[in-house]
């Protein structure tokens, strides 16, 4: 057959396999200033979590703010905040709480700020935090139009639009939103969407000062919590599924965020250079979850609550604050039938959830390779390494973070997820059912999310709000029964109606008690039962769990003080062996004049209490022994030679006890008491003069 004239028959184009996507919407060069869609994602994402400010403090704000002493210094803190470990301004000290410890001054810094300026003031606080919320949504948005684009016309309806409704809706982002310590998170990524768009504007318009600004941003952002440092992996990601310049382009957009990478590595490693690993703390098993797993049950739990995570991702029910240390493991009825905490392989879950992420690395990994050999850029599988990859850090697959799991771990990874699905909405769904059921599916989804979100603000009301709602979910927890005891004992405390009273610490002693046998020799616990006795008036085991924490944390003054009040309380209410047995435990514990003291009290027990008139005085004698000075012991052995009828060696130290304090009422009185019983009538008499003069309220009928 001739050939047409001028015909130029084209050269046939490689095949290409295609992904089931559809094509990318075309950035306009000179796209039309359009602020409505960024307003309405900053609008959502602040209404999502605008109850919040009216709301108090609640479970780690004191560990950021209220009971740091770096933070309550406010400007002058700041210089202790930038060269300490976090959790230094809280213990006093520096611990190794977590391997690698935390180094999160830029966010610390901004509670200091406002503690400078306004102190305590949590509705501001949580003001903040959802201003922060809204424009990660406006960044994101800026972020994703400038990779996926979108049509002018019908920007509501775009992946990017979309992908950010999505991401602002979900309810797993409450635990950082609505709690105010958890603004290190929003920050971090915040400064770390500042500096991917930072990368793409240079890449667009060549622009020196955005390039060296998106360094500035990303080292802000690790400044504020180290785990953008993902981004360092999203970034070029990025850049490969959807190019915007050459690979020497993309080379040059990186190079300022890993100079300023290992800026901030290199200033951790001088803050940490003297850092002193606890070993007590680095083994307790609240801050190292598998310390009691065999290396098999290690993996095959980790496996189940990185399925969780994907359960959660999908349906964001039930949520929790609370996964200390062995919850979802295990419910309470389990653990106290003596199950082992954690699963092992042959929990279908842990499989399930092996399988599940070995396909989600996979066909990441794949569309990544395709993309590479210049196949069509996959939203979902460039969606799946998303989630992936700033997920693993959190999961303790390589090294134990400190925890089980928390829902705040999935803040950056949910990135993914959001926009897998706004791509099902407009592509898949769209396609194959119709606009009209998809956009029904997307505003079911955002409804109920939204829903799910608002409700959920609430339990972050305070502490008691929080661990009434989550005490039932987090069935096999520790931390949550402990908490909810010790919120149980202070509204026992507020309580004027003495069996409402009775009824309250009954319920805090029953989740305390639950708490140590979930982990025994849980330190908290210990505490708050003590006390929770102590209300009730049962002194016996006050003493017993206050000698328990006593030992674990003998160095604390509190717990040590608080033993030493209930031994006096039992004392005073006619249970000298309550009395005896924490003094003896305290006597292991104190020193020095505090030592001597105790051993005055103890003296005191066996003679007033038991009149054991040879045991008081070997004890009041132990007393002197430590602490000549001791005119308390002095007093007291002189009424015990008194009532041995040794007057002589009483009036002996009752005169050494005035040598001391000659102010002394109450031994003024008893030498003039003794006196008087030995005839010296206007010695005596002379004595107890003194002592009323000093004090109008003895008399010799009172003592």
Not at 6 to 26: C, F, L, R, S
Request: proline fraction near 4%; hydrophobic fraction near 45%.
């Amino acid at each position: 057959m001739a050939k047409r004239k001028g015909y130029t028959p084209k050269k046939k184009e490689p095949e290409q396999v295609e992904a089931p996507e559809t094509p990318i919407e075309k950035v306009e060069e000179a796209p039309k200033k359009n602020y409505l869609p960024y307003f309405l994602v900053f609008a959502f994402g602040f209404l999502l979590y605008a109850n919040t400010i009216s709301f108090e403090y609640a479970l780690d704000d004191k560990l950021y703010i209220t009971a740091n002493e770096f933070t309550k210094k406010g400007f002058s803190g700041i210089k202790d905040i930038w060269t300490n470990d976090l959790m230094v301004g809280f213990f006093g000290s520096k611990k190794n709480l977590v391997e690698g410890g935390r180094y999160r001054p830029l966010a610390l810094t901004t509670h200091a700020i406002e503690w400078q300026l306004f102190e305590k003031s949590p509705g501001l606080s949580h003001f903040i935090n959802v201003v922060l919320y809204g424009l990660i949504g406006v960044l994101l948005l800026s972020v994703l139009r400038r990779i996926f684009g979108w049509k002018e016309k019908k920007w509501w309806w775009s992946l990017a639009f979309l992908t950010v409704l999505i991401y602002l809706a979900h309810p797993l982002h409450t635990e950082v939103t609505a709690n105010i310590k958890s603004r290190d998170e929003i920050m971090s990524l915040l400064f770390a969407l500042l500096a991917f768009r930072s990368v793409l504007i240079y890449i667009d318009n060549r622009s020196n000062k955005e390039l060296l600004l998106s360094g500035v941003w990303f080292i802000l952002s690790l400044f504020s919590k180290e785990s953008s440092v993902t981004f360092l992996g999203v970034i070029p990601l990025t850049l490969i599924f959807f190019p915007k310049g050459n690979l020497k382009e993309s080379l040059t957009a990186m190079a300022p965020i890993a100079f300023f990478t290992l800026v901030y590595l290199g200033i951790r490693l001088v803050v940490f250079a003297d850092q002193g690993a606890s070993l007590d703390v680095a083994q307790e098993l609240m801050n190292k979850p598998y310390l009691q797993a065999t290396d098999s049950e290690r993996m095959a739990s980790i496996f189940f609550t990185m399925g969780i995570y994907l359960k959660l991702m999908v349906w964001p029910h039930p949520l929790t604050h609370d996964y200390y240390p062995f919850h979802p493991f295990r419910t309470f009825a389990e653990l106290e039938a003596g199950a082992r905490p954690y699963v092992d392989w042959s929990d279908p879950w842990s499989m399930v959830s092996l399988v599940l992420y070995a396909l989600i690395f996979g066909y990441g990994l794949f569309t990544l390779y395709q993309r590479i050999k210049g196949r069509t850029a996959s939203i979902i599988g460039y969606g799946l390494l998303i989630y992936f990859g700033t997920f693993i850090l959190f999961s303790n697959l390589f090294f134990d973070i400190g925890a089980f799991m928390n829902e705040r771990f999935l803040f950056i990874p949910s990135l993914g997820y959001a926009l897998i699905f706004a791509y099902l909405f407009t592509g898949v769904i769209e396609k194959k059912l119709g606009n009209k059921v998809s956009s029904f599916l997307l505003i079911a989804m955002l409804v109920g999310f939204s829903g799910k979100t608002i409700a959920r603000n609430f339990a972050w009301e305070n502490d008691r709000s929080l661990a009434e709602a989550d005490v039932d979910t987090s069935d096999g927890s520790a931390k949550v029964k402990m908490t909810m005891g010790s919120e149980l004992l202070e509204k026992a405390k507020e309580t004027a109606n003495p069996q409402q009273k009775a009824k309250i610490l009954k319920e805090g002693e029953q989740y305390c008690l639950q708490s140590l046998k979930i982990y025994p020799g849980y330190f908290p616990p210990l505490d708050i039962i003590g006390n929770i006795y102590f209300e009730m008036g049962n002194y016996p085991y006050s003493v017993h769990y206050f000698i328990q924490a006593a030992q674990k944390k003998s160095n604390d003054a509190r717990i040590v003080t608080n033993l030493e009040v209930v031994a006096n309380t039992a004392a005073e209410k006619g249970d000298p062996q309550s009395a005896i047995k924490g003094y003896e435990a305290l006597i292991a514990i104190k020193r020095g004049k505090e030592r001597s003291r105790i051993y005055s009290s103890l003296g005191e027990v066996y003679g007033k209490n038991l009149n054991d008139l040879a045991n008081s005085k070997k004890y009041l004698a132990k007393a002197l022994e430590v602490d000549p000075q001791n005119a308390a012991a002095y007093q007291k052995i002189g009424i015990v030679y008194a009532m041995m009828s040794r007057a002589d060696s009483a009036i002996i130290n009752f005169s050494k006890a005035l040598e001391i304090e000659p102010e002394n009422a109450r031994v003024l009185l008893n030498l003039g008491i003794l006196y008087n019983q030995l005839g010296d009538i206007q010695r005596g008499n002379n004595y107890i003069q003194q002592a009323v003069a000093i004090d109008p309220s003895v008399s010799p009928g009172g003592n």
